[in-house]
Structure formats: C-alpha cells, structure tokens
C-alpha cells in the first residue's frame, strides 16, 4: 500500500486549499484515513480522520469549522478541503491510512499508532 499527497502549496490568510492523497492498494473501502501535519520545530499533531463510511469525521479542535475531510472510495482518495487559512496552519501535512481494523479505529481516530501507512507529506505554507 502506498499512499500520494498532493495539493499543498503557499497561499494568503484566509485562502483556501484542497490536498488530496490517493492510496494504491486493495479494499481502499475498509480503511480508515486521516491529515496529520507538523509544523516547523514541532511535533506532528493529528488533523482530521475519516472512517470507511465517511460518516465518521473527527477534527482536532484547532480546524473544526475550517476544514473538511472526506473520501472517494470510487478513486481511492481522501480529501481535506482547508478554508479560512491562518498562518498558524503551515506545516507539512501527511496522509495516513490503516485497514488493520475494517474501516474503524481501535481506540483513538487521533493516534497515530492506529495508522499503518504515511504518505510523503505535502508542504503547506500560509502568509499573512
């Protein structure tokens, strides 16, 4: 299984953004997916998941009413639309994945223990 981000990119204050990581592999709709990013001199810190059905969409509390996470299992692609960008958004954004658990998580959507494979990581960078 691999996985491909894209989409990243430098935009103003208040843009928007679509990223999108496409993940080869079979049974793409049995896993669960999700954005984390790390910004410079920091850890990475979890984003927004989604699980096999798309009905299940956790956000960390920093995003929430910002961005959006969602999926096209057709294409074997999740999306995080980002809108109403702030500075304190730049960072490398990665894509993570996991079928360990048919489409759900073990415990915590914000673990990243609980995702078996990462993309590469697309830079994201907004000025003010």
């Known amino acids: 299984v691999q996985l491909q981000a894209s989409g990243g990119g430098l935009v103003q204050a208040g843009d928007s953004l679509r990223l999108s990581c496409v993940v080869t592999?079979?049974?793409?709709?049995?896993?669960?997916g999700a954005w984390f990013r790390q910004a410079p001199g920091k850890e990475r810190d979890f984003v927004a998941a989604?699980?096999?059905?798309?009905?299940?969409?956790p956000y960390a509390d920093s995003v929430k009413g910002r961005f959006t996470i969602s999926r096209d299992n057709a294409k074997n692609t999740v999306y995080l639309q980002m809108n109403s960008l702030k500075p304190e958004d730049t960072a490398v954004y990665y894509c993570?994945?996991?079928?360990?658990?048919?489409?759900?998580?073990?415990?915590?959507?914000?673990?990243?223990?609980?995702?078996?494979?990462w993309g590469q990581g697309t830079l994201v960078t907004v000025s003010s």
């Open positions: 993570a994945a996991s079928g360990k658990y048919g489409g759900i998580w073990s415990r915590s959507a914000g673990d990243q223990n609980e995702y078996e494979y």
């Open positions: 592999g079979r049974n793409f709709g049995r896993y669960v």
């Open positions: 989604i699980n096999w059905s798309g009905r299940g969409t």
